[in-house]
């Protein structure tokens, strides 16, 4: 059996501030997260990791839940010829509100 290949993860420069306005306890359970879902096959969907079904400000395609009662949200796109996952966006989902780098965002 082929072994596959991973995808190389990019993440973008505002992720840093995005993480900055996350508990610092939580970034290893977020930086497993996405390693682990992401890093083969990020484009199939499962139940907390799923395509966008309108667009995000931040150019997102797919959206990866995770967390304590899913509350971590990971916006990202993959672009298949680089062989790359885009981490575009890191946020946390407070009831009905997303908050990215503190500020709330519409969905």
């Known amino acids: 059996m082929a072994r596959r290949r991973p995808f190389e993860i990019v993440y973008d420069p505002g992720v840093r501030k995005h ?3 996350v508990e610092r306890e939580y970034h290893p ?3 497993r997260a996405i390693e682990g879902q992401l890093r ?8 907390n990791r799923k395509p966008l079904s309108r ?3 931040f150019d997102a395609d797919w959206e990866l839940r995770f967390g304590p009662d899913n509350c971590f949200r990971v916006f990202y796109a993959v672009d298949i010829d680089r062989h790359e996952v ?3 966006a890191v ?3 407070q ?3 997303l908050l990215i780098a503190g500020e709330e965002i519409e969905l």
Do not use: D
């Open 91 to 93: 946020g946390v989902k």
């Open 95 to 97: 009831g009905s509100r």
């Open 86 to 88: 885009q981490v575009l």
């Open 29 to 31: 359970l977020i930086r």
């Open 40 to 47: 083969y096959e990020p484009e199939t969907e499962t139940r």
């Open 19 to 21: 993480l900055n306005a």
């Open 55 to 57: 667009e995000v400000e």
